[in-house]
């Protein structure tokens, strides 16, 4: 947790706990809003073959593609609303820019 702590440059436990709290609930919301999203653009499971393996695959390569922007998005707002605004905002700019999407935010 030391090095988590500091790595982070995280001061307290509780602090700690409210990145794990808010990581935990983007996480479940993204997945949970994809779905109605997906249906919404028209995009649902039955669309793609039951019996080609690459149908389902297809699909979930379209799933988690959106699911991507969307935890980005939802990452910054619920740190916001747990008080942990410049930590994921921070968070975010080094996971964009590590991935070469840096420039979406200069």
């Known amino acids: 947790m030391k090095k988590l702590k500091q790595r982070w440059g995280v001061s307290s436990n509780l602090q700690l706990v409210i990145i794990f709290i808010v990581f935990s609930i983007t996480g479940s919301s993204?997945?949970?809003?994809?779905?109605?999203?997906?249906?919404?653009?028209?995009?649902?499971?039955?669309?793609?073959?039951?019996?080609?393996?690459?149908?389902?695959?297809?699909?979930?390569?379209f799933r988690i593609?959106?699911?991507?922007?969307?935890?980005?998005?939802?990452?910054?707002?619920?740190?916001w609303l747990f008080g942990q605004f410049k930590f994921f905002w921070e968070f975010e700019k080094k996971m964009?820019?590590?991935?070469?999407?840096?420039?979406?935010?200069?």
């Open 30 to 61: 993204s997945v949970y809003a994809a779905k109605p999203f997906l249906d919404w653009i028209g995009l649902y499971r039955e669309n793609f073959s039951p019996d080609f393996l690459w149908g389902g695959l297809i699909y979930l390569t």
């Open 96 to 106: 964009l820019s590590r991935m070469g999407l840096g420039f979406i935010l200069k």
């Open 65 to 79: 593609l959106l699911i991507f922007p969307i935890y980005q998005f939802l990452l910054v707002i619920y740190g």
